[in-house]
Each structure stands twice: as structure tokens, then as C-alpha cells.
């Protein structure tokens, strides 16, 4: 999020580089010598379900993938490169945002299973990332900072792990600022605060002094691996406006660190309005991990919104829904399956692609594009598998995948989207499809 720009910055792109290591099944004698045989020698019964289980996720099957891949674990309990793509197939099934015991359950296993792999792969920052990243999109944002914390101890020059520490930092520090000015009934001026009250900039100053010297510290770090980090950048500028509100009492520091928040803004917008014109590139840094024979890169952390207003929480779970007017059914069931694995569509409902779906359409309603996503320049796709009733409306809506800020958007855009019924053999049928819901920057 955030214009992670590059191969594997995002869930999405991670997707693909996973099926760039799904040849592992296929070609383990291409395996340079010397490398472990954990992680290159699976067993045949084994190896047949790890290839069914990349095959499931190819098709955006998840949980599917996941029975799969915990087959074959079962069958090769010794192979480290199946529990690291069992890993990875958990962590897809993650909502970010979505604190259900069921979400919190799935990314517990995502954890736990990464946990194994790294018992065995000490150094491997692939998996420390993956799971910053699953602590990152439950809201534990002090264990995501530890585990990139970990990373960099491995590899110093890794930029996302030290700009995800920022951002954290700022996140933590920005929700002080509205936790001490809030109940006062005083807004963040964005400019050091100083009309309010001393008691409250006292106990701002308490908890964010450690965090504002970290966050700069970090993301200093990520920049100097990084010259056209403009997200870093933009992070850096927020974070000199949260040192603004410690300068309490000194005038001219307070108008330094403004000044220097204004300077990284524009050099941020500087430095986007670059790359957009191919002018510089910004290839990233760090990262990268020998432990496995294939190049299998997790997303780092999505970084948190510029300040005020805060997102809204997010929609409620809910296990399964027919319900038309059910806001929120986001990682939740669809109906008629009744079990986590279940995948094939009822007899009585007919699949059709979204190509189809979309020739069906009657009435589309746009999606408003979130300010907050705008200003924090997120962009991409959310996926939604869909159920038309026999006269085209939305029956149920699920959400499967896509940046955090801009799930609600989609779904409360879809759900009132209208469809011609879809005629088999002449009579209308129900029928379930997925819907792609596009979000553009400047489109």
C-alpha cells in the first residue's frame, strides 16, 4: 500500500511471486548443490500435494491451498519449503483490520507456521517479513515493529524494514496526539500544538519523545538506502510535525521542524512526479534472503494514513449472510458452504466468470474513492465473490482480497450494483462470480 512500488509490494504482487517459486515441485534437480535438502527434497506423495496446493493458489483458492499444503506437511513434516508456502497460503486468508477470533485464529497459524520454518531458517527475512506483516494487519504494531526490527539486525540496508519502523512509529505517536487531545476537545493544528493546554502537550511529550527520535531515526536510515523512498519521505514529514509538538517553549525549533515537514512533503511529491515520469528509478533495497533455492519475497507491512481524520473501523465479520442489507460482510462466507474448505459451487447456483458478470451489468454504482486512501496514495484491486439472485440483484457479498483502506469503498459501491438475471436454458438462475473493483490514483 502506500505505492509499494516493484515485484512482491503488496499481497497482490506477493501472489506473483509465489508462483514464481511454485517450480520448486517441479524442478528440484535444478537445485544448485550444496543447498539444504529441506528444503529441496519433498517426498513424492508429498510433493503432489504442494503442487495441488500452488495449483489452489494460483486460483486465488486459499483455503484450499492451505488443506493442501498442511498434507503435505504431514506427509514431508521435515520439508522446510512446504511449511513456508503453508505459511504464505495462511496469510492470504488474513483480513487486515478484522479482529474476529476467526481472523485472529488464521493468523495465529500464519505465525505459527513461519515460527517452524524460522526454528530451522534462523536468518531467513522472508519469513520474519511475512510475519511483521500479519502482526501489522491485526493491529499489533509493536510486535510488526519487532520482527522488522529483527530483519534489519540481519540485513541492515533492508529500506522497507526500516521505513516500516518509522511508520509505525508515527502511527503510535499520531494516536497519542488524539488520545490526549480528543477528550480535551482540542484539534491536532498539525503545527506543534501550541494553544493547547501544558498538561496535555506534557503527557504528549511523555510517550511521543522516544517515538518521535526512533521514527526519524529509521526512516532517515531507510532513506539513505533508498534516495527516491518518496513514501519514506512522506512519513518523514509527518513525523518532523509530531516533533514540532515536543519543541513546547522554543519557538525556533518548533519553525525548524515545520520547516523540515514542509521540505520532505514537497520533495516527496517532487520525487513521485520523477518516477511517473520514468525519470528516476527507485529499485529498492535489502530484503533479500539465501535460505530457500527460490526468490520468495513477502510483502512488508501496509504503512499506516496521513493524520486526521482516522479511517473508520472496519466492517464486522459475520460467518455466513444472505442478506442483501448485511453492511460488512468482509472474509465471511458466502451461501450455501458449510465447511472452510468447501470450494465447488452448489448444484443449484451456476458459476459464471467476471467477464460475464460484467456484460450482465444494469446498473453500477462508482465506488467514492476514500480521501484518506487518496492522501495516503493507495491504490489497487479489491476482489469480491459476488451471488446474484435469479432476478440480478447482489445476494451476498464477500470480500477476498485487496489494500485495507479500500475495502469498505468497494463493497458498499458493489453491493447496489444491479445485474440481468443470467438465463440458463432460457430460466433464470442464481449464480456466483467475483467481482474486481479497480482503484487508479489521478484516474
Not at 221 to 237: E, N, T
Request: net charge negative.
Amino acid at each position: 500500500m502506500l505505492s509499494f512500488r516493484g515485484s512482491c509490494r503488496t499481497l497482490k504482487y506477493a501472489f506473483v511471486c509465489f508462483l514464481i517459486a511454485a517450480t520448486a515441485f517441479n524442478a528440484l534437480g535444478q537445485v544448485p548443490a550444496g543447498r539444504d535438502t529441506r528444503f529441496t527434497e519433498i517426498a513424492p506423495a508429498a510433493r503432489d500435494e504442494a503442487n495441488k496446493g500452488v495449483d489452489a493458489f494460483r486460483n486465488g483458492s486459499y483455503e484450499e491451498a492451505v488443506a493442501h499444503f498442511r498434507r503435505a506437511v504431514e506427509l514431508d513434516p521435515n520439508n522446510l519449503l512446504i511449511k513456508f508456502y503453508l505459511g504464505s497460503a495462511l496469510a492470504q486468508n488474513v483480513v487486515p483490520g478484522v479482529n474476529t477470533p476467526e481472523n485472529l485464529k488464521t493468523a495465529q497459524q500464519a505465525i505459527d507456521a513461519f515460527n517452524q520454518f524460522l526454528v530451522k531458517a534462523p536468518h531467513n527475512t522472508n519469513a520474519m517479513k511475512q510475519i511483521a506483516a500479519i502482526y501489522f494487519y491485526t493491529g499489533k504494531f509493536d510486535e510488526a515493529a519487532a520482527w522488522q526490527k529483527k530483519v534489519l539486525s540481519e540485513d541492515w540496508q533492508d529500506a522497507e524494514a526500516a521505513y516500516t519502523v518509522g511508520a509505525i512509529d508515527w502511527i503510535k505517536a499520531h494516536r497519542n496526539v488524539l488520545a490526549a487531545m480528543t477528550p480535551a476537545g482540542i484539534e491536532d493544528d498539525g503545527q506543534g500544538n501550541v494553544k493547547a493546554p501544558a498538561q496535555v502537550m506534557a503527557a504528549i511529550d511523555a510517550k511521543n519523545a522516544p517515538l518521535v527520535e526512533e521514527g526519524v531515526k529509521y526512516l532517515d536510515h531507510a532513506l539513505q538506502q533508498r534516495p527516491y523512498y518518496d513514501d519514506a519521505m512522506a512519513f518523514l514529514s509527518l513525523m518532523y510535525r509530531r516533533k514540532a509538538d515536543l519543541d513546547r517553549g522554543d519557538e525556533r525549533d518548533r519553525e525548524e521542524d515545520l520547516a523540515m515537514a514542509d521540505a520532505w512533503k514537497q520533495k516527496a511529491a517532487e520525487t513521485r512526479k520523477l518516477k511517473e515520469a520514468h525519470e528516476v528509478s527507485d529499485t529498492g533495497g535489502g530484503g533479500s534472503s539465501d535460505e530457500l533455492a527460490f526468490d520468495l519475497i513477502a510483502p512488508p507491512p501496509p504503512p499506516p494514513p496521513p493524520p486526521p481524520p482516522p479511517p473508520p473501523p472496519p466492517p464486522q465479520v459475520v460467518e455466513k449472510s444472505n442478506e442483501v442489507d448485511s453492511p460488512g460482510v468482509i472474509g465471511g462466507t458466502c451461501g450455501d458452504d458449510s465447511t472452510p474448505n468447501a470450494q465447488a459451487t452448489p448444484p443449484n447456483r451456476f458459476g459464471i466468470s467476471a467477464g460475464v458478470a460484467v456484460g450482465l451489468l444494469t446498473q453500477k454504482t462508482q465506488p467514492i474513492y476514500p480521501p484518506i486512501a487518496k492522501a495516503a496514495r493507495v491504490s489497487g484491486t479489491v476482489v469480491l465473490k459476488a451471488i446474484l439472485s435469479k432476478t440480478g440483484e447482489v445476494e451476498c457479498l464477500q470480500i477476498i482480497s485487496g489494500p485495507a483502506m479500500l475495502l469498505q469503498a468497494a463493497y458498499d459501491a458493489v453491493k447496489a450494483w444491479r445485474y440481468r438475471p443470467y438465463l440458463l436454458n432460457g430460466e433464470p438462475v442464481e449464480v456466483e462470480t467475483t467481482v474486481n473493483v479497480i482503484f487508479t490514483l489521478g484516474g
